[in-house]
């Protein structure tokens, strides 16, 4: 009875990305094991990303601001606040994945 070996195949990765852009930190990881049968092999995978930071509050600038740029200007302060907020926390990420498949190796050509 002949022994298979390397019939395993494992694969795993870890990062954590840091950048001066806002909202640009997150920890990124995935593992996938897969077992081989001849030309053929079946595998699963799970991975997760995340931003490990609270999503950022909207800025208070119109009372800084109100004395630059008068007080009628000052009024639209707050609306542009909320939208930079907002922009910085839509590039958070909470995502977890699953996957499982097959994959099929073709001979080498002759």
């Known amino acids: 009875m002949a022994r298979a070996t390397r019939n395993w195949v494992a694969s795993a ?3 954590r990305l840091r950048s001066d852009l806002v909202g640009s930190l997150s920890d990124n990881a995935y593992l996938s094991v897969g077992h ?3 030309a053929v092999t079946v595998f699963g995978m799970v991975g997760a990303a995340r931003t490990p930071v609270d999503a950022p509050d909207a800025p208070q600038w119109a009372a800084q601001l109100a004395p ?3 007080p009628a200007a000052a009024v639209n302060i707050p ?3 909320s939208a930079a907020a907002c922009a910085a926390g839509a590039a958070r ?3 977890r994945s699953t ?3 097959m994959r099929w190796d ?3 050509p002759l």
């Open 68 to 70: 630059i740029i008068g």
């Open 93 to 95: 990420i909470d995502q």
């Open 36 to 38: 081989r049968f001849g």
């Open 13 to 15: 990765e870890a990062v």
């Open 79 to 81: 609306t542009l606040g």
């Open 106 to 108: 073709l001979p080498p």
């Open 99 to 101: 996957s499982a498949g």
